[in-house]
C-alpha cells in the first residue's frame, strides 16, 4: 500500500488542531509565549504524531516547559521549539523541532511511559544536515519487557520488517549507544541529494508504524506490582536520561546555534529531566493523574 502524503493545509498551520486547541487553552503554551506552527521537512510528522495520539483516546494535559525554553531563536536565523505533555500513561510526551534551513532540520520525538508501568520509550529521531540525513526510530527497553501483547508486537514485527529493507544501513552503532535500543531499532543515512519531499515519502510512513504499534502497547499497559520490576524500569529510565543529559551528541551543535547556557538547560529541564524530577528540583508527571502540571 503507497501511503499518501497529506498536504500540510493552512488549517494545520494554526492552533486549530482539536487537541492542539485545547492543550494551549489548558496552559501547555502561556498566551505571553506564542510556539509557531511546526515547519519545514518534519513539520508534517508533528500534525501526523498528534492526529495518532489523538486518535488512540489518550487525554493529553500540559507538561511544564519554562516559558524561555519554549522557542529558542539561534544564529543564521535557526528556531527551535519545544511541546509537552503527559497523560494518564505517559510520565512525559515531548516534541522538539528545529527549522534551520534547508540543509538543518532536527525532530526529536520521546514519548517517556510512566516508572510504574512495563513499557519502552518511543523515540525518533530524524536530523538533516548538509552531508545528508540520519534516521533513529525505535521502541527502547526499559528494563522490564513489555507484557505479551500480540497485536501491538506484530505491528511492531511488520513495520521493522516492511521499513528496514527500504532504508540504507546506518553504520555501525558504538556499543555504549547500542544497549539503549530495541532489536527493531531503525536506523539509517540518507544521501545529501534527497530532497525534503524524498525524505518524507520515505520516512512518514516507518514514523506513522511504529507510532501507531507503541500506541497499542500503551493502550494495553497496566501497572507493575513486582518491587524488582519497578526498581528496574526505574533504573533503566534514569540511566538514559543520565546519559543523554552527559553525552547527548547533538550537544555541540545545539551550543553553536543557540549557546551553552541554554543548551545545558534544554538538555537537563526539557528533553530529559528525570534526574532533576527524582531530586525534587523539578515538578514532572511522576503519579498516574497530571496533577503537577501547569
Known amino acids: 500500500r503507497r501511503h499518501a502524503l497529506r498536504p500540510v493545509r493552512r488549517s494545520m498551520l494554526l492552533p486549530s488542531h482539536p487537541w492542539l486547541f485545547a492543550v494551549l487553552g489548558a496552559g501547555l503554551v502561556p498566551p ?3 510556539v ?3 515547519t519545514g521537512t518534519y513539520g508534517p510528522f ?3 504524531a498528534l492526529d495518532l495520539v489523538e486518535e488512540s483516546g489518550m487525554l493529553m494535559h500540559p507538561y511544564p516547559v519554562p516559558d524561555e525554553l519554549r522557542v529558542l531563536e539561534g544564529a543564521r536565523g535557526a528556531q527551535l521549539t519545544v511541546r509537552s505533555f503527559c497523560t494518564d500513561k505517559l510520565r512525559q510526551g515531548r516534541v522538539l523541532l528545529l527549522d534551520g534551513g534547508p540543509s538543518l532540520q532536527v525532530l526529536n520525538i ?3 511511559p510512566r516508572l510504574d508501568l512495563p513499557l519502552p520509550t518511543f523515540s525518533a529521531d530524524l536530523v538533516t544536515l548538509p552531508g545528508g540525513s540520519l534516521v533513529a526510530i525505535d521502541c527502547q527497553p526499559n528494563g522490564v519487557p513489555p507484557r505479551p501483547c500480540a497485536h501491538a508486537e506484530a505491528a511492531l514485527d511488520a513495520a521493522f520488517a516492511r521499513h528496514r529493507p527500504r532504508l540504507p544501513d546506518g553504520g555501525r552503532i558504538p556499543p555504549d549507544t547500542a544497549r539503549f535500543f530495541s532489536p527493531r531499532f531503525l536506523w539509517s543515512r540518507l544521501p545529501a541529494e534527497m530532497s525534503a519531499v524524498q525524505i518524507q515519502e520515505l520516512l512518514l510512513p516507518a514514523f506513522e508504524d511504529y507510532l501507531r504499534a507503541y ?3 500503551v493502550a494495553d499497559a497496566s501497572p507493575l506490582m513486582d518491587r524488582a520490576d519497578l526498581d528496574a524500569v526505574h533504573a533503566a529510565q534514569l540511566e538514559y536520561s ?3 543529559t552527559e553525552q547527548d551528541p547533538a550537544r555541540p551543535m545545539l551550543s ?3 549557546g551553552k547556557h541554554e543548551t545545558e538547560r534544554l538538555l537537563r529541564e526539557v528533553l530529559f529531566d528525570l534526574p532533576l524530577v527524582l531530586q525534587g528540583d523539578r515538578i514532572g508527571g511522576l503519579q498516574s493523574a497530571p496533577q503537577h502540571a501547569t
Open 256 to 258: 553553536r546555534i543557540f
Open 215 to 217: 500506541l497499542k502497547l
Open 46 to 48: 508533528v500534525h501526523h
Open 242 to 244: 543520565r546519559y543523554r
Open 32 to 34: 505571553t509565549v506564542h
Open 36 to 38: 509557531p506552527a511546526p
Open 110 to 112: 520521546c514519548l517517556f
